[in-house]
């Protein structure tokens, strides 16, 4: 499993990001809405996005590498069938899928470029040959110059503590990659009470750069929505080619 997105992590991002932004999951609801069959969700975290168009009719499934992610979304899902705790490597399913989406930029997260790819060549293999999957990539961060920012945010939660999160991020303009370094503090009005520490990285794409990872693994790019909502990213729709077989 993967060793970030620990419980202070999945606390706070449960109370910062309780829902997806409304134009986000406008968009996943209305192009799954034609689906006719399967929809897999890589990286669902804590059910955010995967819950609701549950709610809305789409019959989406999910798996996560995160132990409190995956346990806080079976706490709101009340089902276990449909969310699997694994990662690109283990994840296994008896049905092919007729969709996959990866929204939020989620997929930047796998930073290294082996990781990328076997996370494409899963996703390839799992899915029907006239599937259609849409993965939002990281473009440049806001601070693309190389100096350090760092900022902090506290949320109050359930328990009544303050759950503070601080957050010292760089970018590397060379490898294109953003390194993201977490300072989790929870505390009583007296007492730190838990914290840990997380580091995270993203690698932000050149549209021209993912386009090819993505056709080097077995797909077709039909379309690329470019700041959409989220800065810089893009969305990919992209559909497999079954003239290639992208190695595993
Ligand atoms: C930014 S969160 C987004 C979760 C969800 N899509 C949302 O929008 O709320 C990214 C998620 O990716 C998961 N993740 C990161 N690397 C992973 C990997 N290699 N395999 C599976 N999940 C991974 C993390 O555990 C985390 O839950």
Known sequence: ??????????????????????DEFAFYRDILREVDGRVLEPMCGSGRFLIPLLKHGCDIYGFDGSVDMIEACRNRLNEDERIQLATFESFHSPNAFQACIIPAGSFSLLADARAAKQALACI???MVPDGVCHIEV???????????DINSRTVKTAAGTALTLIEMASYDQEQRVETIHCHYIEC??????????EIYQLRC????????????????VVNCVHNAFNGDNS??????NRTVNPAP
Request: with cysteine.
């Open 205 to 220: 794409y050149e549209r021209s750069e993912f386009a090819a990872l993505a056709e080097a693994s077995g797909f077709t």
């Open 188 to 197: 009583t009005e007296r007492l730190i009470v838990a914290s840990d520490l």
């Open 124 to 126: 390839h293999r799992i």
């Open 1 to 22: 499993m993967i060793d970030n997105y620990r419980k202070l992590c999945a606390r706070f991002y449960d109370i910062h990001h309780p829902i997806p932004p409304a």
């Open 138 to 148: 990281c473009g440049t961060p806001c601070n693309s110059t190389g100096a350090t």
């Open 235 to 240: 969305i990919f729709t992209l559909m497999p």
